[in-house]
Structure formats: C-alpha cells, structure tokens
C-alpha cells in the first residue's frame, strides 16, 4: 500500500466504512441466528475486513494457488 491508499482508507472509513463493517456484522449475525443464514453470515463477516479498508486489498479466486 502506498500513502495514496492510506490516506483513501482513512476518508473511507470516516465517511463510509464504518457504517458498511457495522451493516455486515448486524447483518452476520441476524443471518447466524437461522440454520439457513448461516453460511451467508460467515460470508458477511469476511466481508467486514474488505468494507472498512478497501484500498490496497487483493481480492483472488479461491481456487487459483497462493503465490
């Protein structure tokens, strides 16, 4: 990450991304409380990283090898 992307991270989560991370935990954890919800809950909660700090993260298929 350069200081372009800081900096970006710092006005998103300021002005957006802590309203995004509280939605997808909210939402985890409303989807956790049925049986059917669960796996889309675990999936909002991988999510929350991504939503608070979105510059400089590499997003890659799960099944392409890590390097």
Excluded: Q, Y
Excluded at 14 to 36: N, P, Q, R, S
Excluded at 53 to 62: D, T
Aim: hydrophobic share 60%.
């Amino acid at each position: 990450m350069g200081v372009g992307a800081v900096i970006g991270n710092l006005i998103w989560v300021i002005l957006f991304g802590w309203e995004l991370a509280i939605g997808h935990l909210v939402t985890g954890v409303l989807l956790c409380l049925t049986i059917i919800g669960i796996p889309l809950g675990l999936a909002n909660f991988k999510i929350i990283p991504i939503s608070l700090l979105p510059l400089g993260v590499r997003i890659v298929p799960s099944d392409e090898p890590v390097r």
